[in-house]
């Protein structure tokens, strides 16, 4: 099972912010396991700690701006989108002022730094959602959409489509992120020449040059109109009637600023929470309807907080009836785990198939047949038994007894024709024969049932 990742050290970034012109500093920390992504602006008096989730996104207009109560922190995408893709789960990132640095416009100076610092792997395991099902999010007045459908591992698919010759209708791909540092993170961020003015009124771009940003100049202006931004921005002059891309280095690929948007997708997915495994085809894509994207994804999350394993009928079963035998003393009517679809070091997952012939149907109900829950517990322990009872070198010379069972809840009734998905895990390392573990039943994608237990492990006489 993958291990969630941080980092090895910490590493800094020094340089002007895109819309505040101020000069900054950004540090990326190592931190614990399931710490998540959280921000602190040190340069406030009470050092002020923001989770780095799509719920505290306050802004989108121009990038993506987390607030919480009179603090803001913006332009964090490119640090964010680095993050994600080179799958970092848990990171403390400090800057002393409003916003990131911009660098040089994309997100490879935080992949050099954290390809140098280096990655560490921890013991928790890494909580992948994964997709199920198509879930989509529109916005009919743009006519922008976010479709997620399932998939392997986390891929994307950006189609821009703007008023231009020059980015007329484009797409990018990232299939997986193992490309992201060579296909997309030197990306770097464009604006158009026609939207630099309102900017300015709007008082942003304080620190845009030609240094950090493309500019695409594609609708023809006086040359005094155009020598009068050259000058608000503190560049060059330039020819007024040579329309194109004005940067201060070549575009690194001719579809550049939609591999840009598409770097702005996986930073706005990173504030989701958790890894992703689905596919996503953005039509049209900016930071608002990805925030609004992000936070459908976390509404989802809540909503199926524990997911429901992968089940195959057709594949191979890790253990079948006889073997799982082998492990347990149980037999006829008692045996409630026909087979084994997953075993690793801590988890384990089982199936059950109920019948209508079960013998607990005759007196539970007659008339409306429903599982009891004491069996759905047993099925359980009996899963977990698998699990340590595997680890022995003898297992046939040994059984598992219950010491205790907490925190039993029952969602649902289990009736003939369900398919039971049995998941438990350790909840710590088996010590002197003892081991403590949660379970859960599925029916489909849903939880009927789930249990935290503790069993000991007996050497039979």
């Given amino acids: 099972?993958?291990?969630?990742?941080?980092?090895?050290?910490?590493?800094?970034?020094?340089?002007k912010g895109l819309h505040t012109g101020l000069n900054l500093t950004v540090t990326f920390n190592p931190a614990p396991e399931n710490y998540g992504y959280k921000i602190q602006r040190i340069d406030l008096e009470d050092m002020p700690v923001i989770d780095a989730i799509a719920d505290n996104v306050i802004d989108t207009q121009r990038g993506t701006v987390l607030g919480k109560g009179?603090?803001?922190?913006?332009?964090?995408?490119?640090?964010?989108?680095?993050?994600?893709?080179?799958g970092i789960d848990n990171c403390l990132i400090q800057v002393n002022g409003p916003e990131f640095p911009i660098l040089d416009g994309s997100a490879i100076e935080y992949v050099k730094c954290i390809n140098k610092v280096g990655v560490e792997e921890q013991n928790a395991?890494?909580?992948?959602?994964?997709?199920?099902?198509?879930?989509?999010?529109?916005?009919?007045?743009?006519?922008?959409?976010?479709?997620?459908?399932?998939?392997?591992?986390?891929?994307?698919?950006?189609?821009?489509?703007?008023?231009?010759?020059?980015?007329?209708?484009?797409f990018a791909t990232l299939d997986k992120p193992q490309d992201f540092t060579k296909e997309i993170a030197a990306a770097r961020t464009f604006v158009f020449v026609r939207d630099i003015e309102p900017l300015l009124n709007a008082n942003l771009i304080k620190g845009g040059d030609l240094t950090n940003a493309i500019v695409i100049y594609e609708r023809q202006i006086s040359q005094e109109r155009l020598d009068q931004l050259a000058d608000l921005l503190k560049v060059p002059h330039m020819d007024a009637t040579k329309l194109g891309y004005i940067q201060d280095k070549p575009l690194v690929w001719d579809n550049e600023?939609?591999?840009?948007?598409?770097?702005?997708?996986?930073?706005?997915?990173?504030?989701i929470g958790k890894p992703i495994k689905g596919r996503i085809i953005a039509t049209r894509p900016g930071h608002t309807i990805n925030n609004k994207f992000a936070r459908q994804m976390r509404k989802e999350i809540k909503l199926h907080e524990i997911q429901a394993p992968i089940y195959d009928p057709t594949e191979e079963p890790v253990m079948d009836i006889n073997k799982i035998r082998s492990l347990l003393p149980h037999r006829y009517p008692m045996q409630l785990v026909d087979k084994i679809i997953s075993l690793?070091?801590?988890?384990?997952?089982?199936?059950?198939n109920v019948t209508g012939n079960e013998p607990f149907f005759q007196?539970?109900?007659?008339?409306?047949?429903?599982?009891?829950?004491?069996?759905?517990?047993?099925?359980?322990?009996?899963?977990?038994?698998?699990?340590v009872l595997n680890t022995l070198d003898e297992p046939e010379k040994y059984s598992?007894?219950?010491?205790?069972?907490?925190?039993?809840?029952?969602?649902?009734?289990?009736?003939?024709?369900?398919?039971?998905?049995?998941?438990?895990?350790?909840?710590?390392?088996?010590?002197?024969?003892?081991?403590?573990?949660k379970g859960y039943i599925f029916v489909g994608d849903k939880v009927v049932a789930e249990a935290t237990f503790t069993g000991q492990i007996i050497k039979n006489p």
Avoid: W
């Fill in 1 to 15: 099972m993958p291990k969630q990742r941080t980092l090895k050290g910490s590493f800094s970034l020094c340089g």
């Fill in 125 to 170: 395991p890494k909580d992948y959602y994964v997709i199920r099902k198509k879930i989509e999010v529109k916005d009919e007045k743009t006519g922008s959409s976010i479709t997620i459908l399932p998939d392997d591992c986390f891929s994307i698919t950006a189609m821009v489509s703007f008023e231009s010759k020059f980015i007329h209708s484009e």
């Fill in 400 to 437: 598992t007894y219950f010491l205790k069972i907490d925190n039993v809840k029952f969602r649902q009734k289990v009736v003939p024709g369900d398919t039971l998905i049995f998941k438990v895990e350790l909840l710590a390392p088996v010590r002197h024969g003892i081991s403590s573990m």
């Fill in 344 to 352: 690793g070091a801590n988890t384990i997952v089982g199936i059950k």
């Fill in 363 to 387: 007196g539970h109900f007659p008339d409306e047949p429903v599982m009891p829950g004491v069996m759905l517990v047993e099925a359980m322990s009996q899963c977990g038994g698998i699990l």
């Fill in 70 to 86: 009179d603090v803001r922190i913006s332009t964090i995408e490119h640090g964010m989108s680095a993050l994600y893709a080179l």
């Fill in 257 to 271: 600023p939609t591999r840009h948007k598409l770097l702005d997708i996986i930073g706005d997915m990173a504030l």
